[in-house]
């Protein structure tokens, strides 16, 4: 059996962390070392760079501030935690990796895709997940799904989420072999069992 990286990407709402922690509990259950984190965060000083990133008072926050300081949580817990637990025969779950950075900085804040995914690699020193799985569905749906109280990035416009769900799709159809899309809008349970079968016949191929 082998172990590999996993990430889940989409647009808040979309569901990925439901599913995240759904994909970790079936791992655990037949006995596969799985370890699930979140990004920006699952390390002391991610977590603090995330709460600067979320917070709503930092609506004036220039868009390379916000490139630079995902990139600096993701340095971390690559560095930290990721390629450790990967050294050492565990399955990692990442509730978001940089193709969020391309999707959300890259496009949707202008930055330019490509231009985000070649910094990326300073951050994660070239570390590029097995199997990515994009939840993908309709904004209005992801939105539906969203608490009332929302962070700086879950306040933006319907049409940010727009560019930031076309900005997936554009990186998915860049790395197909990679990538998994997934109809978001199905049942969590068929979700669960798609993205399930997929990963244990990775991990036993
Ligand atoms: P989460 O709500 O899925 O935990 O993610 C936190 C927010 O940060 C979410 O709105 C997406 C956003 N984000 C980016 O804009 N760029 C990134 O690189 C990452 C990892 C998250």
Same mark, same amino acid.
């Given at each position: 059996?082998?172990?590999?990286? %996993?990430?889940?990407?989409?647009?808040?709402?979309?569901?990925?962390?439901?599913?995240?922690?759904?994909? $970790?509990?079936?791992? &655990?259950?037949?006995?596969?070392?799985?370890?699930?984190?979140?990004?920006?965060?699952?390390?002391?000083?991610?977590?603090?760079?995330?709460? %600067?990133?979320?917070?709503?008072?930092?609506?004036?926050?220039?868009?390379?501030? &916000?490139?630079?300081?995902?990139?600096?949580?993701?340095?971390? %817990?690559? *560095?930290? $935690?990721?390629?450790? *637990?990967?050294?050492?025969?565990?399955?990692?779950?990442?509730?978001?990796? !940089?193709?969020?950075?391309?999707?959300?900085?890259?496009? *949707? $804040?202008?930055?330019?895709?490509?231009?985000?995914?070649?910094?990326?690699?300073?951050?994660?020193?070239?570390?590029?997940?097995?199997?990515? !799985?994009?939840?993908?569905?309709?904004?209005?749906?992801?939105?539906?799904?969203?608490?009332?109280?929302?962070?700086?990035?879950?306040? &933006?416009?319907?049409? !940010?989420?727009?560019?930031?769900? &076309?900005?997936?799709?554009?990186?998915?159809?860049?790395?197909?072999?990679? !990538?998994?899309?997934?109809?978001?809008?199905?049942?969590?349970?068929?979700?669960?069992?798609?993205?399930?079968?997929?990963?244990?016949? $990775?991990?036993?191929?």
């Amino acid at each position: 059996m082998k172990n590999l990286l %996993i990430t889940f990407e989409g647009i808040d709402g979309c569901g990925k962390s439901t599913q995240a922690v759904h994909l $970790r509990n079936r791992l &655990e259950s037949m006995g596969i070392p799985v370890l699930l984190l979140r990004e920006p965060g699952g390390t002391v000083i991610g977590e603090k760079i995330r709460s %600067i990133l979320l917070d709503r008072d930092h609506g004036e926050m220039a868009p390379a501030t &916000e490139l630079f300081l995902y990139l600096a949580a993701r340095a971390q %817990i690559t *560095a930290e $935690r990721i390629v450790p *637990a990967l050294k050492s025969g565990t399955t990692v779950i990442l509730d978001r990796f !940089f193709d969020s950075t391309a999707a959300y900085q890259g496009y *949707a $804040r202008g930055l330019g895709l490509d231009t985000v995914l070649e910094m990326n690699i300073v951050a994660t020193g070239g570390v590029i997940p097995d199997q990515t !799985f994009l939840f993908d569905c309709e904004v209005p749906l992801a939105r539906s799904r969203l608490s009332s109280v929302t962070d700086r990035l879950e306040s &933006e416009s319907d049409e !940010f989420f727009e560019r930031v769900r &076309e900005g997936f799709l554009r990186v998915s159809r860049q790395y197909p072999s990679r !990538f998994f899309v997934l109809d978001a809008s199905l049942s969590p349970e068929v979700l669960s069992d798609r993205v399930y079968s997929a990963v244990v016949s $990775r991990l036993f191929s």
